[in-house]
C-alpha cells in the first residue's frame, strides 16, 4: 500500500483537487514500513536539545499509556493548526468527526521541517526514515518514484488529503 | 526550491567526525556533528556501503546515552555491599582491585569468573581475555571464544572452519539472491538497516520465507510464512530436504563433486516427512512443499539464521539442517547463496604470551553468552565456586534464576563492574569504573551482518572520568606485572588501542593484512574491510572501491587461505553426515509441544523472550523517551486478553518460582494462544522502564518442568492481571 498526504499546511496546497504537479506531497510506501519509530525518534530530535529528545510535532502517538500502534507514520492530520487526539489505532489515518480543540492545540503543528527545506533538505523524517518508506517532494518528483515502485510489487495507492474526509 | 534527501543538520557545528556504530551487526557507518566539544546532532554516512546513510533508532539515540544524567563518571568504590559508594580516582580503584585479587585469589585464581561483553570495545573482549590467562582462570566468557559455542563446532565439523560467518555472503551480494529463508530471525526488529538489503531484494523479485515460531514483523514482510510451534524448525528445514530429495530439485554435480555422507543425510530426511512435519509443527504440508520448491528451483537461494541460534536448544541441529539445506541445493559459496548466520564474528585469535597453566581447565563454564553454567556456578557452586566476578554493561539482564543469583551475588568477596550506568549490576558491586561510551573512544568494530570489520573514531574527549575499558586490563596488568610481553601498554597500564589492534590483526591468519588505518573511515573509504584480508592480497586493485576485501569463501576454484582446498574438512568436501553431530547437545530433541490450549491451565502461559530495536539496552538503560511506550511489554494473544480480563495498556504479572515480573499488555496475534512473549534487556533500576528482566524467569539449564516439555529460551509462567 503506498500513501500519499497532501496538506493544507503544505506550501503551494492551493489546488488540492487534482493534484498539481508543482505541489509538495509526501509519500508513505508502508509495504516498507516496519514501525521501528524511527520518524519518531527523528521529529523529536529535530525538535528537541542536544541528546535530550522534545515534544513530537507532527506523529500521533498514543495518548493513554501503553497502547501499542500497528503502524508509527508520519500520521498527522495537517488540516487545521490544532493537532487533536482523534487519531484510530487501526486505521492509522486521522478522523477529525467534530474538530474539537484538545490540550495539544497549543503545540505547533507540522510544517515539513520548514527550516530543514529552507536548507534544502528532505524533513526530518523522511531523511531519517532507515527503510526508506517516506519520500517528500513535488508531485513531478514522487510520480518517478512511483513509476520506479510499479515496475516491483506495485501496491495499492491512496492519496489522502482534505478531501477524504466527510464534510459535516 | 528543490529539496533532496541530506543526511545533515540545521544545527550549527564546527566539525563533523566519520565513525562506526558498534551496537549491533549491521555497522552503520556514523557522521557526530560537533560544536565546541559537544555532540549535537548524529545523523547516517551515506559513503558507506553497508547502510548507506540510513540508521536505526538504536544508533540514532547514542547522543540520548552520551549525556545521559544518571551516567557514571567517576570510579566508585566499597569494601562492604551495605556501605555507601565513594569516589576515587582511576590509580586508588585499579590498586585497590590489584590488592584484593592478590590477596584473596591468589591461592585460587580460577575462582574468578570474567565476563566480557562486545558492548565495550573490542579491547576489552581482547585484553580481559589476555589478563584472564596470565591470572590463571579458565572461567572467560565471551563471544569470541568458538570453544564455547555449538555453532562453530558444528562448522567445523561440516565446512572445516570454525568460524560461524564463513558462509555468508557479503551484503551487497544479498540483492542477488533468487530466494530467502529466514529461519527464527526477525532482523526487521533486531538489525532493521540490514532488513533494509533485504527488502531491497524483495523489490527486485526475491522470493522472501520465513520460518519463526513467532509472527514477527519480519514475517508479515514475507511472501511465505511459515509459523511453526516453538522449537520445531529443525524438523521442517529436514522435511523440505525431504522433498527436494523426492522431486529431484537438488544440484547433483555439486554433490557429486564436494559432499560426503550423503546416504546417510538421506536416510536422516527420510523420516521427515511433510505430513510428519506438519503434524509436528502446525504448518501446512502445501506450504513446507511450496517453500521447498522455492528454495530447489531458484538458484541461488540462501538460508539467514542467527549464530546465537546454536545457543538454542535445538540448536546444533538447526545450525546442522541450514548448512545441508544449502549445500544439496549447491549455493554454497555462490554470491546470494550460503548460511548466513546474523551478528557472526571474524576469525581474529586472541593469544596470550602466559605460559602460566590453568588449574581446573576441565570444569570450563562453557555456554554461549546466555548460556547457564556460569551462573549455576555462581548460585550453586557447582561445578566450581566463584567467589569474584569481572563484569561489564548489563550481565545481569541475561540472567536466569533471578532470586537464586541474585542471593548468591551478595555473597561474593569481590565483584568489579565496569559499565556506563548504575544498573542492576551497579548496584551488587563493589567497585565500579565508568566507561567512555563508542563515540568517546576508538575501536575496532565486527559488522557481522556482513563479513566486515570497521574502524569507531573516537569524536569528542571522554566525559568526567570515563575511561575505555582498556585502560582497566591494562592498568591491572601494569599492576600485576603481566604487561612486559604487550609493546601497547605503556609504563601506568595506559593502552594505545591502534597499536593494540595492529598486534591482535596480526596474530590472527585471515587477518594480517588489515590495519586501523586501513579501516578508518577518516582516512580510508568508509565501510570498512570484509574478511578474510591476509597479508599479501591487501593490496585492492582499487583501492577507492566502495567495496573492499574478498567477496567470499568457498568459492568456485578458490581455496581458504593456508589449507589448499575449498573445503578444509579432512576429505575435502562438505560432511553432511548427521552422525558426527549428533553428539552435539540437542541434535535429537526436537520440542513437541502440545496444540494451543491443550493441556495448559488457563493462567499458564510459554515465556519467550528476545531483543528488540527501539534502544540500547545492552549500554545498560533504555534511552528511548518514554512518550513512545514501545519499549517493554508484553505480548498475548487477543484470545488470552479476554480470558484474563485484560486490554491494550493493562498491566501483567508474571510469576513463577523464579521470580516475578510486571509489564503493560501488548494485545495482539504476533503470538499464539499459549505463548507470552516479553523482550529482554530490562533492568530494575532503569529510571524510565524500571523492571525485572523476562530472563530472571528462566531456570539455569533445560529441565523437565512435568509436562513432558523442554524448551530454552523460554519457560512457564502464570499470568494474572496486576493489582
Known sequence: MKLIYTGSQFPKSSEIAGIGEEEVVMLVDVDRCIRCGTCQLACALEYGEEGKPGAVRNLHVSEEEGKMQIFNLPGACRQCRTPCMYYDLHNFWIRCPDEKVSAKAKEPSCDLCLKRREAGSWPACATRCPMKTIYIGTMADLRIILRDKQFRDYGELFVRGPQDFPAD | MRIQKKQLPVRPFDRVVKTTCPSCGAGCGLKVFVKDGRAVEIYGDEENQLNKGSLCPRGLMALSHLYQEKRLLAPLMRERLSDPFREATWGEALDHVAQKLQKSFQASPESLYIRLSPYAGFGNIALGTVWGKHWGTPHIDSDLNPESSVV????????????????????????????????????????????????????????????DSRNTTTMRKAHLSLKCRAGTEQAVLLAMANVLFGENLVCEDFLKQWVVGMEDFQSLCREYSPEMAENLSGIRRENIVEAARDL??????????????????????????????????????????????????????????????????????????????????????????IRGIIWDTDPLTFCPEGRKVAEALRKMELIVYLGHYPNAAYHQAHV???LTTFLESEGLVFSGTGRNIQWANRTIPARGRTRPAEDFWGGLMARL????????????????????????????????????????????????????????????????????????????????????????????????????????????NLIKIPPSGNGFKTNQLILLTGEIVDSLPAAGFWA?????????????????????GVQNGDRILLENKRGKMEAPVWVTDQVEENIVFCPSGADPFDPKFPSATPRGLFEFVPEDDGCGRKIMGSTLVKVRKAS
Open chain 2, 624 to 644: 528511548i523517551p518514554q512518550q513512545f511506550q514501545i519499549s517493554l511489554f508484553a505480548q498475548i494473544h487477543p484470545k488470552k486478553a479476554r480470558e484474563l
Open chain 2, 432 to 434: 565500579v569504573f565508568p
Open chain 2, 481 to 588: 606485572n603481566f604487561s612486559s610481553p604487550y609493546p601497547f601498554i605503556r609504563e601506568k597500564g595506559e593502552v594505545s588501542i591502534r597499536e593494540m589492534t595492529r598486534y591482535f590483526l596480526q596474530r590472527s591468519p585471515l587477518l594480517a593484512g588489515i590495519t586501523p588505518e586501513l579501516l578508518d573511515p577518516e582516512k580510508s573509504p568508509a565501510g570498512g574491510i570484509q574478511w578474510p584480508a591476509s597479508a599479501d592480497e591487501i593490496d585492492f586493485p582499487n583501492h577507492r572501491a566502495a567495496v573492499r576485501g574478498r567477496e567470499g569463501l568457498f568459492r568456485p576454484g578458490s581455496q581458504i587461505p593456508g589449507t589448499g582446498k575449498r573445503f578444509p574438512t579432512p576429505t575435502g568436501k562438505i560432511d553432511l553426515s548427521p552422525a558426527k553431530i549428533s553428539a552435539q547437545p540437542g541434535f535429537h
Open chain 2, 152 to 211: 562453530s563446532t558444528v562448522m567445523r565439523r561440516m565446512l572445516g572452519i570454525e568460524v560461524n560467518g564463513c558462509a555468508m555472503s557479503a551484503r551487497h551480494e544479498w540483492s542477488a539472491s533468487q530466494a530467502m529463508l529466514l529461519v527464527g530471525v526477525d532482523p526487521a526488529t533486531t538489525d532493521p538497516v540490514a532488513f533494509g538489503a533485504i527488502l531491497d531484494a524483495k523489490d527486485r523479485g526475491t522470493r522472501i520465507l520465513v520460518l
Open chain 2, 296 to 385: 530447489g528451483k531458484k538458484f541461488p537461494s540462501m538460508v539467514i539464521g542467527h549464530s546465537r541460534s546454536g545457543g538454542q536448544e535445538t540448536g546444533a541441529g538447526l545450525i546442522f539442517a541450514m548448512i545441508a539445506l544449502t549445500a544439496i541445493t549447491g549455493t554454497i559459496g555462490c554470491p546470494g547463496g550460503g548460511v548466513n548466520l546474523l551478528n557472526n564474528f571474524p576469525p581474529i585469535e586472541i593469544k596470550s604470551e602466559s605460559s602460566k597453566e590453568i588449574r581446573n581447565s576441565e570444569n570450563r563454564l562453557v555456554g554461549a553468552k546466555n548460556g547457564s553454567a556460569a551462573w549455576r556456578a555462581i548460585a550453586e557452586g557447582r561445578p566450581c565456586p
